[in-house]
């Protein structure tokens, strides 16, 4: 692999290209496990220097020079300074909620341009994604100059409250006496709190962008609750990050992330070590042992245990040694770049820990029993489990974002298959980028190779429990799947949107209709298959045939245990589909009648 070019496979682009698509799936699934996607270094380089210089260096200058505080090179000075902490989550959302932290760049599907987030949601009559119809105020699926000026009042809210000196805390001053700095005016987060939720209602693409889920909460604390209690209340939010995420992990589907996400990693150099995290590289793909230990051991049990030791601990090298593991574990996820890159949000966890955990003890008052009541404790563990609880035993209701599925590779997810030449058809609908291989080869690749890079992140779907139930069904589906051009939904998400964090619900029917309203795509021209994360206590997963221009025309389940144990390729064929509803199986009886009647009159 080069600097500036990337690790492509070793494959003829003309004969590989007339393949049937699963043989397809088999080459490029093997060239994931020992080389991931092959991104040229360079852009590596540019999300570390993207980290590093913008990120880090950005937010540690704002919130230091704007609170009056050391420079950022006198870090003893000001890594523990409440006002800090409160102006680095604020630079954070702000990032995010303009689109140039998380799901950036060329691993998120944006290749040119790089930036999603504002070029879309600062456009009038690109596609707006309500999450319940039922609100007032919130109808259609287009963005209008209202939604525009609400997204602009949301920026400039958040800079207005990462820019102002800090204030005088009474109860900040009662806990710590010698802080001078203050904390962010209270007032100020005001606005920022109620933008949020707004433009959520009209656009649940802006409210998941900005991380809501996370980073609302803790603007919540910040505003309304004393210094102590906001400190406590801060450890409980990213105790249920942690543990709501860890939790997660526990069945079938994790053990199925790991290997791809280490073949990714451009830390990780050795092919052997890649091969290491699969049963019997080429032949058989499931994860190894290894694998599973890593998930189930290095992740999942790391992710339990050592957050809630950190939240009980009152010995202090208990405590040292569990924040230390947690800032490893945060830079771990940094070092292997996944899709949709979260690299920010990685580094503010790690931040979190120690300003947290060892800024904050909980032997110097900082614990759960210090809390100034026992209803506050009650109401805010509460509250900070509804969405987690509720969205994983009904996903179907909740993004997998409040649900803390981070990672899981429990995902709602969906694949895109297109009738030859149909694909170009997308450049119709309003928005600010074209399609990935348009990108692609406008950022210099030879069009055949953009296809087959286009076609490496299908075969990473294939790789997840989820792609091989996706792949069953299109084989069950359409006979004239090898002629069709297939898409990994996220990325075409992106496309459409300026967003997607690994999130099916954001590729819904919701977003298939506003897409057709453009386009008009001809019944057949694009059929896509789309499944539901699996809930507890389920044992199957729930996935629709959708055809953008006749609606669902199929619904039905698979076992998630028979998916995992089937290769990326689906060398057995199709796994077992028991079908629930189908449009042509349910419109026969009503054409029988129709028959039936017709007869009779005729009589």
């Given amino acids: 692999m080069g600097f500036t070019k990337p690790d492509l496979p070793q494959v003829d682009p003309d004969t590989f290209l007339r393949k049937p698509l699963m043989e397809r799936m088999r080459i490029l699934a093997a060239n994931w496990a020992e080389h991931g996607f092959g991104s040229p270094r360079m852009v590596h380089t540019i999300y570390i220097l993207k980290l590093l210089v913008l990120y880090a260096l950005g937010g540690i200058v704002v919130a230091t020079v704007t609170s009056d505080l050391p420079?950022?090179?006198?870090?003893?000075?000001?890594?523990?300074?409440?006002?800090v902490y409160q102006k680095f989550v604020l630079w954070t959302v702000l990032l995010e909620t303009i689109g140039v932290a998380g799901s950036w760049g060329p691993l998120a599907g944006k290749v040119k341009?790089?930036?999603?987030?504002?070029?879309?949601?600062?456009?009038?009559?690109?596609?707006?994604?309500?999450?319940?119809?039922?609100?007032?105020?919130?109808?259609?699926?287009?963005?209008?100059?209202?939604?525009?000026?609400?997204y602009a009042a949301l920026l400039i809210s958040l800079a207005a409250s990462l820019l102002a000196p800090g204030v005088h805390s009474d109860s900040l001053s009662a806990a710590e006496p010698e802080n001078t700095s203050g904390l962010v005016r209270p007032v100020l987060l005001i606005a920022p709190i109620v933008l949020l939720i707004i433009n959520g209602l009209r656009?649940?693409?802006?409210?998941?962008?900005?991380?809501?889920?996370?980073?609302?909460?803790?603007?919540?604390?910040?505003?309304?609750?004393?210094?102590?209690?906001?400190?406590?209340?801060?450890?409980?939010?990213?105790?249920?990050?942690?543990?709501?995420?860890?939790?997660s992990k526990l069945g079938k589907h994790f053990s199925q992330v790991v290997p791809p996400m280490v073949s990714n990693s451009p830390s990780v150099p050795f092919k052997w070590l890649k091969r290491a995290h699969y049963r019997d590289f080429p032949r058989d793909l499931r994860p190894s042992r290894i694998a599973d230990v890593m998930a189930h051991v290095g992740g999942t049990t790391v992710e339990v245990i050592t957050p809630l030791v950190?939240?009980?601990?009152?010995?202090i090298w208990l405590t040292v040694a569990a924040a230390t593991v947690m800032v490893i574990?945060?830079?771990?996820?940094?070092?292997?770049?996944?899709?949709?890159?979260?690299?920010?949000?990685?580094?503010?966890?790690?931040?979190?820990?120690?300003?947290?955990?060892?800024g904050f003890p909980n032997w110097d008052g900082y614990g759960l029993t210090d809390i100034s009541s026992p209803w506050l404790a009650a109401t805010l563990i509460a509250g900070l489990l509804f969405f987690p609880i509720l969205g994983n035993f009904r996903p179907d209701k909740v993004?997998?974002?409040?649900?803390?599925?981070?990672?899981?590779?429990?995902?709602?997810?969906?694949?895109w298959a297109f009738a030859p030449g149909a694909e170009s058809k997308l450049n119709r609908v309003t928005r600010s980028a074209k399609n990935q291989i348009d990108q692609f080869v406008e950022f210099g690749y030879e069009p055949q190779w953009a296809e087959i890079t286009m076609q490496q992140t299908i075969a990473w779907r294939t790789m997840h429990s989820q792609g091989r139930g996706l792949f069953s069904v299109l084989l069950k589906n359409l006979p004239d799947i090898d002629s069709r051009t297939v898409r990994e939904a996220e990325f075409i998400c992106n496309s459409l949107i300026g967003f997607n964090f690994g999130d099916g619900h954001l590729h819904n029917e919701d977003l298939i209709r506003a897409v057709q309203q453009e386009v008009g795509f001809e019944p057949g021209e694009l059929v896509i298959v789309w499944v539901e994360s699996q809930a507890?206590?389920?044992?199957?997963?729930?996935?629709?045939?959708?055809?953008?221009?006749?609606?669902?025309?199929e619904r039905g389940t698979w076992k998630v245990a028979e998916a995992v144990e089937e290769q990326p390729w689906l060398p057995n064929g199709p796994i077992p589909l028991e079908v629930t509803w189908s449009l042509a199986l349910s419109a026969r009886p009503a054409a029988r009648d129709e028959q039936e009647h017709g007869h009779g009159a005729l009589a």
Avoid at 71 to 83: E, K, N, R, T
Avoid at 115 to 135: C, E, H, N, Q, Y
Avoid at 310 to 315: E, G, P, Q, R, V
Avoid at 339 to 357: D, G, K, R, S
């Fill in 399 to 415: 993004s997998f974002l409040p649900s803390m599925r981070q990672y899981a590779g429990n995902w709602a997810s969906a694949v």
């Fill in 536 to 553: 507890w206590g389920s044992k199957v997963q729930h996935y629709k045939v959708i055809d953008a221009a006749l609606g669902v025309i």
């Fill in 71 to 83: 420079a950022f090179w006198h870090v003893s000075q000001w890594w523990d300074q409440p006002i």
């Fill in 310 to 315: 950190l939240f009980f601990s009152t010995n």
């Fill in 113 to 150: 341009p790089m930036t999603g987030g504002i070029l879309f949601w600062a456009r009038p009559g690109t596609i707006r994604l309500r999450p319940w119809k039922w609100v007032p105020g919130t109808a259609g699926d287009r963005r209008t100059r209202f939604d525009v000026a609400l």
């Fill in 329 to 358: 574990f945060h830079l771990f996820i940094v070092s292997t770049f996944p899709l949709a890159v979260p690299l920010e949000w990685n580094v503010l966890f790690a931040y979190a820990t120690v300003f947290l955990f060892l």
């Fill in 203 to 247: 656009d649940k693409t802006v409210f998941l962008g900005a991380r809501g889920e996370q980073y609302l909460p803790a603007l919540f604390f910040f505003a309304v609750l004393p210094f102590v209690d906001m400190i406590i209340a801060l450890k409980l939010l990213i105790l249920v990050v942690w543990v709501g995420a860890g939790v």
